[in-house]
């Protein structure tokens, strides 16, 4: 018998349900069929957010800061909707379904997408030859423009937030070796899908500017179609988790049962508080939030009769542990707040910076870069810093103080103040940019090209990259290690909603500052013409917001760590008299 359990995976099921086998489910097979389809997305949506911008403006005719607000408030929109495919995920489909429904939404939103930039009813007509006014996009083509983007954005927050969770339910934790091959997967996640960004800035954007852009977003439809056909191939060798309710309704819970209770005191002994999690599961009490442990003292009508026996009301009493849970999901917001500035700071990259490339010069030899492509400088700067970091950093870090590189928080903190001096950087360059278009007669952008190479920009491109390999492999590790075992899909949800709040703050900042320094005329800092604008200190004032914002990081990396409290034998935790697990359904 042990030897027939010991080819099964205690908690997973085959595609019917039945126990995995391990030898014939799981592994890095299925696991790697699972990356393609994250790897063709990041291609799609890199690919489309990257060169949006120059779209806007020079075929939709838009101004310049309307155009970066309508790319920031895509990626935002990507990346808020992780926490809806999440709690689907968790809650109704499972990640295998929701990963086939959402990429096959995306491949809808990029095939309208191909359809509206072919047609020429959906875009208004040319401008004509010197003449600087221009016919902007009506009402109907700016809305079937916006139905493909967020159709997109549907599928891409359906994607992402199951990708990494179904890869790593490839792998059991309870195997050393299977276990040290998940670490791998994760350890490399990022590196390989930074080479579909990579794809997507160099052969994706140079066939959108050069060839045809419906051709480029055709390709993109293709490759998810192709994509979804491997993914669904591996159906008979993937694992299936089950699923265990939303983390969400086990927050709200708590919370729900916390104000109902808000008025009882809580008792001197923690053990008279209601817990029924086997003691190896249980999480260590701690002194913050005591408010919250209202929700594990034991009232008269907290248990209910069914046919399963007694039994709490979740929504008027929970374990100690579940509170704890959800203590430790409370813990992270002061982390997760002081990381959104970083992702205002990288919509800019895809935005102002790729325009800021459209009005310089940008050839080698007879060859000329795309202006959306200049932001391989980004993603080259990633995965040096990843190769740099991994080979060079982490084993003279651990020769020195024995550790194998740099704490979840160390890695952040480093992602930040990289982000601060990428935009000092990018300050200083867009000021001596500006002195030469000052210089050219006239500065109009849209028929001048300046005299200044297009490789000023590489420090400021650099120093954010860099800081992004640091601040996205720190975040992950963070979000992932520091949340509970059963809160981890929607911790990576949270994760994911810091990139989604720094695009829309991007979005909300830029509309502030071209309220605040605009004039009737188009002018001010983020004028129409980016020639016009003061560019230089809206990258100033992001300099000093992310200083501010490092300062704050700091408080908060520092408090986040809570004194654990000692406790005499007498106030350990301990299981009261009522319902166990045992009498559980």
Not at 22 to 51: F, H, Q, Y
Not at 132 to 160: H, R, V
Not at 535 to 550: C, Q
Request: glycine residues 8%; charged residues 15%; proline residues 4%.
């Amino acid at each position: 018998m042990k030897e027939k359990m010991s080819w099964t995976v205690a908690d997973a099921v085959d595609y019917k349900g039945f126990p995995a086998d391990r030898s014939k489910t799981g592994g890095w097979v299925p696991a790697a069929l699972i990356l393609g389809i994250e790897i063709v997305e990041r291609l799609s949506t890199m690919g489309i957010a990257v060169n949006l911008v120059t779209y806007m403006i020079s075929i939709m005719h838009l101004p310049s800061s309307t155009a970066a607000n309508t790319v920031t408030d895509f990626m935002g929109t990507s990346f808020l909707l992780c926490l809806l495919g999440g709690f689907l995920a968790d809650s109704f489909l499972g990640r295998y379904k929701t990963i086939g429904i959402f990429a096959s939404i995306q491949t809808l939103g990029t095939a309208t997408l191909a359809i509206s930039t072919k047609l020429p009813g959906l875009r208004p007509p040319p401008c004509h030859a010197n003449s600087d006014s221009c016919k902007q996009a009506n009402g109907f083509q700016m809305g079937i423009l916006y139905l493909s983007l967020y159709l997109i954005a549907l599928g891409t927050g359906g994607l992402k937030s199951s990708v990494s969770g179904f890869g790593s339910d490839q792998f059991d934790e309870k195997d050393e070796k299977e276990k040290s091959q998940m670490a791998y997967f994760f350890n490399r996640f990022f590196f390989f899908i930074s080479f579909g960004t990579l794809a997507a800035v160099t052969v994706l954007v140079y066939l959108q500017d050069e060839v045809s852009r419906s051709l480029a977003y055709g390709i993109c439809s293709v490759s998810m179609i192709i994509a979804i056909i491997v993914f669904l191939s591996g159906t008979k060798r993937y694992r299936y988790k089950r699923s265990l309710g939303s983390p969400i309704v086990h927050i709200f819970q708590v919370i729900a049962a916390s104000i109902k209770k808000r008025k009882m005191q809580l008792p001197y002994n923690v053990g008279s508080l209601y817990e029924d999690t086997p003691e190896a599961s249980r999480i260590e009490h701690t002194e913050q939030f005591r408010f919250l442990e209202k929700a594990a003292i034991v009232a008269e009508d907290d248990f209910e009769t069914n046919l399963c026996g007694s039994g709490p009301n979740p929504w008027k009493l929970c374990s100690l542990t579940r509170v704890e849970e959800v203590k430790m999901m409370v813990r992270l917001l002061p982390v997760w707040a002081t990381t959104i500035i970083f992702w205002t700071i990288y919509a800019q990259l895809i935005t102002f910076s790729v325009e800021q490339a459209s009005t310089m010069e940008r050839n080698i030899g007879s060859f000329q870069i795309p202006a959306g492509s200049v932001t391989v400088f980004f993603v080259a700067a990633i995965l040096i810093t990843l190769a740099v970091y991994d080979r060079l950093i982490m084993p003279l870090w651990k020769k020195w103080n024995g550790k194998p590189g740099f704490t979840d928080l160390q890695r952040i903190a480093i992602g930040l103040v990289f982000s601060i001096f990428g935009m000092a950087a990018a300050s200083v360059c867009e000021r001596k940019r500006l002195s030469v278009a000052k210089s050219v007669s006239g500065g109009n952008q849209a028929t001048t090209t300046l005299p200044i190479s297009v490789f000023l920009l590489i420090p400021q491109f650099f120093l954010v990259g860099s800081g992004e390999a640091f601040i996205y492999t720190g975040q992950l590790d963070f979000f992932i290690t520091r949340s509970p075992k059963g809160m981890k899909t929607m911790s990576t949800g949270l994760f994911l909603t810091t990139l989604s709040l720094g695009f829309f703050f991007s979005s909300f900042l830029v509309s502030v500052v071209k309220k605040v320094t605009g004039t009737r005329d188009g002018q001010g800092w983020l004028a129409d013409s980016i020639n016009k604008g003061r560019l230089d200190l809206f990258y100033a004032l992001l300099t000093i917001l992310s200083f501010v914002n490092f300062v704050a990081f700091a408080v908060c990396a520092v408090w986040f760590k809570p004194k654990k409290p000692k406790q005499p034998a007498a106030m350990q935790m301990g299981p009261v008299n009522g319902s166990t697990a045992e009498e559980k359904c």
